[in-house]
C-alpha cells in the first residue's frame, strides 16, 4: 500500500468518526497521563464528547435557518460581485481531498505533537483536529500553483510555527474570558487575529472607547430585562430577519419566517451556555490535575493548555451578538470597498466562530469587536479577492457541478487572513524557497522575542481587558 492509499485510510477514518469521538478519546488519555483515576478520565471524554454534539446540534439548526435571510437579502439589495463566498464547510471537504492536504493530515499532525512534546509550545494543539483543514487549504493552493509537494508542506509548516505564537497570545485571554480552564482555540482560520485585537483593543482604550459599556453584562444593568441576552436575540433575530424580507415583508410566510429567525437566535442564545458548562466540565480533573504537578516545576505562563474546536465559543452572547450585527456591515463594505470583487455569503453565518480573539481581548465590549473585527475583514476581503482565481481553479478539480461562466469562488471566513493569507501564503507563492527562507530568518527571533515577553504581553492583555469592567 502506498502513501497516498495510507494517509486516505487515516482521512477515512477520521471523517467517519470526527471530532465528537476523537476529542474525547483524546482527552480520555491525557487525564490518565496526568494522573487522574480512570472514572473520572472517562467521564471528562465523555462530557467533551456530549458538549461538542451539543454544540453541533445547536449551530448545524440555526445555520440552515439564518443562511436563507441573508441569500434574500442579497438579491433584493442587487449586490452582484463575481467572486462568491462558498463557506467554510466546502472548503474544508476540498482541503481534505488535495493529497497536500492528505499528507497533512499525517504529518502535520505528528509536528503538532512534537512541538508540544519538546516544549516548544504549551498548547496541545491536536485537541482540535478537525480545523487543520485551515493549513490544508493554503498548502493546496501552493501544490496547485506550483505542482511543487515540498514546497507545499513547507508552507502548512511554517503556517504552524507562526500560528504557534499567536495560539499562545491568545491563550490565557480566551480561556479566561470564554470560562473554558486551561482551554483555548488553536485554528489558523482564528487565533491569527490576535495580534490586531490585541494592538486595536489598546488604540481604541487610549481613545476611550472602554467608556462605551456595550458588554452584555452592562447592557442588562442599563436596560433591565431588556438587555438579557435572550432579549437581544429576540431583537436581532427580528431585525435579521426583516432585512432578508424586504422584497416580501407585506405576506404572512414573510412574517412567519421572521419570527421563527427572532425565536431561533434567542434560543441559541439560551441553550448555548448550558451546553457550555456540560463541555467545561470535561476539562476541570485536568486543570486540576495539571496545576497540581506543575505548580512546583513550570515558570508563571507556561501552564499547559489543550487546543478545542471553536464551536465552543460561537454561542456566548457577546460573540453571537457581534457577528449577527456584523452581517449586514460585511456587506455592505463589500459593496463599497475600492478593488474588492468579493462577495460574502455562506460564511456570513461564521463570523462568530472567526472574531473570538477580538471578543475576548475587548472583554466582551460589543462595540469594539465590532470595529476591529470590520477592519480585519475588511483586509481579508482584498486576501479573497486575490486567491480567488487559485482557489477557484481547486475547486473546480472536486466541485460535483461545474462554475457557471465567469464565477469565481472563495471561502469568506478561511481565505481573508491577512496574516497567513498576506503576509505569509502570498510571498511563498511569489517567491517560492526565497520566502520560505526568509520566513524562517524571520520567525525564530520573533519566537525568541515571545518567548522572552510572554508574560508582560498576557498580563498586557488582562490589564486592557479589565478597563471594560472597571466603573
Not at 243 to 261: P, R, S, Y
Request: aromatic fraction near 14%.
Amino acid at each position: 500500500m502506498d502513501l497516498d492509499a495510507i494517509l486516505q485510510q487515516v482521512s477515512n477514518v477520521f471523517n467517519t468518526f470526527g471530532s465528537a469521538v476523537f476529542v474525547p478519546v483524546i482527552i480520555f488519555f491525557i487525564c490518565l497521563i496526568l494522573g487522574v483515576e480512570v472514572k473520572k478520565s472517562f467521564f471528562s471524554g465523555i462530557n467533551a464528547g456530549i458538549g461538542l454534539t451539543g454544540f453541533g446540534w445547536l449551530i448545524n439548526s440555526y445555520i440552515p435557518i439564518i443562511v436563507p435571510a441573508v441569500n434574500n437579502f442579497v438579491k433584493t439589495t442587487g449586490l452582484n460581485l463575481p467572486i462568491v463566498d462558498i463557506g467554510w464547510q466546502a472548503t474544508s471537504v476540498i482541503a481534505y481531498a488535495t493529497r497536500a492536504g492528505m499528507i497533512f493530515l499525517g504529518f502535520g499532525l505528528l509536528f503538532q505533537i512534537i512541538l508540544f512534546l519538546i516544549k516548544w509550545t504549551n498548547v496541545f494543539i491536536p485537541g482540535d483536529l478537525w480545523n487543520n483543514y485551515s493549513y490544508m487549504f493554503w498548502g493546496s493552493l501552493i501544490y496547485v500553483a506550483t505542482n511543487d509537494i515540498w514546497l507545499s508542506i513547507a508552507t502548512m509548516f511554517i503556517l504552524v510555527l507562526y500560528n504557534v505564537i499567536f495560539i499562545e497570545m491568545n491563550s490565557k485571554r480566551w480561556s479566561t474570558y470564554y470560562g473554558y480552564a486551561n482551554c483555548t482555540v488553536p485554528a489558523l482560520h482564528i487565533a491569527p487575529g490576535t495580534p490586531l485585537a490585541v494592538v486595536g483593543n489598546w488604540l481604541l482604550n487610549k481613545c476611550g472607547a472602554y467608556k462605551i459599556r456595550w458588554r452584555p453584562e452592562d447592557i442588562r444593568k442599563q436596560m433591565g430585562f431588556l438587555g438579557e441576552p435572550i432579549f437581544l436575540g429576540l431583537i436581532l433575530g427580528l431585525v435579521l430577519g426583516i432585512l432578508g424580507h424586504l422584497g416580501d415583508i407585506g405576506t404572512l410566510a414573510a412574517w412567519g419566517n421572521i419570527m421563527t429567525i427572532a425565536i431561533s437566535t434567542s434560543a441559541v442564545m439560551a441553550i448555548f451556555p448550558r451546553v457550555a458548562n456540560i463541555f467545561a466540565s470535561a476539562f476541570m480533573p485536568i486543570t486540576e490535575a495539571a496545576r497540581k504537578r506543575t505548580t512546583k516545576n513550570v515558570k508563571k505562563g507556561e501552564e499547559f493548555f489543550i487546543g478545542i474546536n471553536d464551536a465552543t465559543g460561537y454561542g456566548e452572547p457577546a460573540t453571537l451578538i457581534s457577528g449577527i450585527i456584523l452581517i449586514p456591515i460585511m456587506l455592505l463594505l463589500c459593496a463599497i470597498l475600492p478593488g474588492n470583487k468579493t462577495l460574502l455569503l455562506v460564511d456570513l453565518i461564521a463570523i462568530s466562530f472567526i472574531i473570538q480573539p477580538f471578543v475576548a481581548a475587548s472583554n466582551g465590549n460589543i462595540f469594539k469587536t465590532v470595529i476591529l473585527s470590520a477592519i480585519e475583514f475588511s483586509i481579508g476581503l482584498y486576501i479573497c479577492t486575490w486567491t480567488a482565481p487559485l482557489f477557484t481553479q481547486v475547486y473546480a478539480q472536486f466541485a460535483k457541478e461545474p462554475l457557471q461562466q465567469g464565477i469565481m469562488v472563495t471561502s469568506g471566513m478561511i481565505a481573508n487572513k491577512p496574516i497567513a493569507g498576506g503576509l505569509i501564503f502570498m510571498p511563498i507563492l511569489n517567491m517560492g524557497w526565497t520566502a520560505i527562507i526568509g520566513l524562517l530568518v524571520i520567525y525564530f527571533p520573533l519566537y525568541y522575542l515571545w518567548k522572552k515577553n510572554k508574560v508582560k504581553i498576557q498580563d498586557f492583555m488582562e490589564t486592557q481587558a479589565a478597563l471594560d469592567v472597571m466603573e
